[in-house]
């Protein structure tokens, strides 16, 4: 199965792709709008190409191809988020470095105006069946980053407390990541009695997965 049929089998068919930017210039990969999100009333933005780009993990020396996510809710239209893919792609491309599993990009200011998300997370599509993470396609994997708006405040407590430890709090306040204009998520770091006891668990060693 190749990367645009993997895509529409989850997220319904192409409406509509972008191959130059707004001045003009043709873009080294696309961005595509699919009508289906995670969920009613979401729609999902895609690169389509990047993956094109073979890319070396700093903390592996492992080589990886991946393509871009954005969910985002339909009444947003398209608005600013093909051109905010367009820019974390293209940052991709000339640092030579791919995306991985605890990224933060940013904070650059609101992603819309009158959000409070000023920051893109880099984790796992985890609002999509597992088999959606990855696509084989030809001799190589295509890896699904997913880009999902955050808060200032929580990109400092990634920074200070760590992406496995941000990714305990997702899981026990669920809040809607598609919606970009959510509260930010109210953050206390763990005890050290939490910490310790959750690495005993087994739970405090996750790996980064493909994004590694």
Not at 89 to 115: A, C, F, K, N, W
Request: proline share 8%; charged share 25%.
């Amino acid at each position: 199965m190749g990367l645009v049929e993997h895509f529409e089998k989850f997220l319904g068919q192409i409406e509509v792709g972008w191959s130059v930017d707004a001045d003009g210039r043709r873009m080294p990969f696309q961005i595509v709008r699919f009508p289906q999100g995670s969920g009613p009333g979401t729609i999902s933005f895609a690169t389509l190409g990047l993956g094109r780009y073979p890319l070396t993990s700093p903390n592996s020396d492992i080589e990886i191809r991946h393509e871009l996510l954005m969910l985002a809710p339909e009444s947003l239209g398209d608005g600013v988020l093909p051109s905010l893919i367009q820019q974390v792609g293209e940052e991709t491309i000339h640092s030579q470095r791919p995306l991985l599993r605890g990224d933060v990009i940013g904070p650059r200011g609101p992603l819309i105006p009158g959000s409070q998300m000023e920051a893109l997370y880099v984790t796992l599509p985890v609002y999509f069946p597992d088999e959606f993470a990855t696509c084989e396609e030809e001799d190589h994997t295509i890896v699904i980053a997913w880009l999902v708006p955050i808060s200032a405040s929580e990109a400092h407590y990634i920074v200070h407390h760590g992406w496995a430890d941000f990714e305990d709090r997702l899981v026990e306040q669920d809040p809607d990541l598609t919606d970009l204009g959510r509260q930010p998520m109210l953050l206390q770091p763990e005890t050290e009695h939490e910490s310790t006891s959750r690495r005993r668990e087994g739970r405090g060693d996750r790996q980064p997965g493909a994004l590694q």
